[in-house]
Every structure is written in structure tokens, then in C-alpha cells.
């Protein structure tokens, strides 16, 4: 299990990330074939990326797995 801390950043960082870009959860959601609600979980930490959509969403949305998990 990912580090609460962790998947917070991550979260957190994912979601600054999408509104930079101007996209909603939903527009997301359906790139990934996932609810709204279920990608919404992501951003909240409730749920952990796999890597496939940590590369996906990376490119999606122009940022570094670095930028994603908040290392300098």
C-alpha cells in the first residue's frame, strides 16, 4: 500500500496539474474509461495509480513523474 503522504502529494499534484491544462474530472475520466467518481478517488490519494496511467496521464497533462510525486 502507497504511503498515505504519499498519495496525497500525488493527488494533490494530479489534480494542479489537470486544471492547469483546463480539463475536467469527466473529460479525464473518459480518456481513461473510468467514472468521474472513480477518478476523482485519484486525486484524493483513495486510490493508487498504476503505471500505466502515471505515464498516460504524465504526458496527458505535459508534467514528469518527478513533478507527479513531488521531487525536485
Known amino acids: 500500500m502507497m504511503n498515505e503522504t ?4 500525488v493527488g494533490e499534484n494530479l489534480k494542479q496539474a489537470r486544471m492547469a ?9 473518459n480518456e ?3 467514472y468521474q467518481s472513480d477518478y476523482s478517488e485519484y ?6 495509480l498504476d503505471y500505466e496511467k502515471i505515464v498516460y496521464l504524465c504526458k ?3 508534467i514528469t513523474p518527478n ?6
Request: cysteine-free; overall charge positive.
Open 6 to 9: 504519499i498519495a496525497k502529494t
Open 21 to 29: 491544462k483546463n480539463i475536467t474530472q469527466k473529460q479525464i475520466a
Open 32 to 34: 481513461l474509461n473510468k
Open 43 to 48: 486525486e484524493t490519494g483513495k486510490i493508487q
Open 60 to 62: 496527458r497533462f505535459d
Open 67 to 72: 513533478d507527479l510525486f513531488g521531487f525536485n
